[in-house]
């Protein structure tokens, strides 16, 4: 799912097909094979297999057709994690403290992506 940049008018008029023939020029491969837009205004793109959407999420040069500010939606999950000592994550250091959690549990970034604590 993408959220929609700055497009014009025009852009945000378009239908699936052309969305698709959009987004297809700025991939080498065409791995787009539907998009449509939703009531949000958010874009749903489908992909030839997951590991075309794997690489789509991995690069942004493919957002363009979609104006300026697009943005991929990844699905994210609320974890509740308890036996946790506060003291020893800085909250305010988010980069820091998540590099602290995977140090202290190796086996979890081939597996978790976290985005944010709080």
Same mark, same amino acid.
């Given at each position: 799912? *993408?959220?929609g940049g700055?497009?014009?008018? &025009? /852009? ?8 698709? &023939? #959009? ?7 065409? &791995? ?9 205004? #958010? ?7 997951? /590991? ?5 999420? /991995?690069?942004? #040069?493919?957002?363009?057709a979609l ?10 999950? *609320? *974890? ?8 020893q994550l #800085? ?28």
């Amino acid at each position: 799912m *993408v959220a929609g940049g700055n497009e014009t008018a &025009e /852009e945000k008029r378009r239908n699936g097909k052309e969305l698709v &023939e #959009d987004l297809n020029k700025g991939i080498e491969e065409k &791995e787009v094979m539907a998009a449509r837009r939703l009531p949000s205004g #958010d874009i749903l793109v489908t992909t030839a297999s997951r /590991e075309a959407r794997v690489k789509l999420q /991995e690069s942004t #040069d493919w957002l363009q057709a979609l104006g300026a500010g697009a943005k991929v939606k990844r699905r994210t999950y *609320v *974890v509740l994690a308890h036996g946790i000592r506060l003291n020893q994550l #800085d909250i305010g250091k988010q980069l820091e403290a998540i590099a602290a959690i995977y140090k202290q549990n190796l086996g979890l970034k081939a597996k978790v992506n976290i985005l944010s604590i709080a």
